[in-house]
Nanobody
């Protein structure tokens, strides 16, 4: 079993930045590629970015060029920074261990003036 706990969400003004964290615990040997997903009201969950254990990154279209995913394997933590936030970035952001059933509970990000 793996437990994932996200933090760092909140209310941010358009144009602002935020940094989300995902702390993993449990059977962490399965933590290979980890990703951030998001789900806006009425929309399907979508990939934001993922990062392999060696640090190879992939970004999806909506935040490409405005975000950075990173991981600290010693702390079993994955981070996501998003800059130049837009109202359409409003969503619940989830941490996920790819190719496993492990998801975090999500953290709400609201971009509004």
């Amino acid at each position: 079993q793996v437990q994932l706990v996200e933090s760092g969400g909140g209310l941010v003004r358009p144009g602002g930045s935020l940094r989300l964290s995902c702390a993993a615990s449990g059977s962490i040997e399965s933590l290979r590629t980890m990703g951030w997903y998001r789900q806006a009201p009425g929309k399907e969950r979508e990939l934001v970015a993922h990062i392999s254990k060696s640090g190879k990154t992939t970004y999806a279209g909506p935040v490409k060029g405005r975000s950075t995913i990173a991981r600290d394997n010693a702390k079993n933590t994955v981070y996501l920074e998003i800059h130049s936030l837009l109202p359409e970035d409003t969503a619940v952001y989830y941490c996920h261990v790819l190719f496993t059933p492990y998801w975090g509970q999500g953290t709400q990000v609201t971009v509004s003036s």
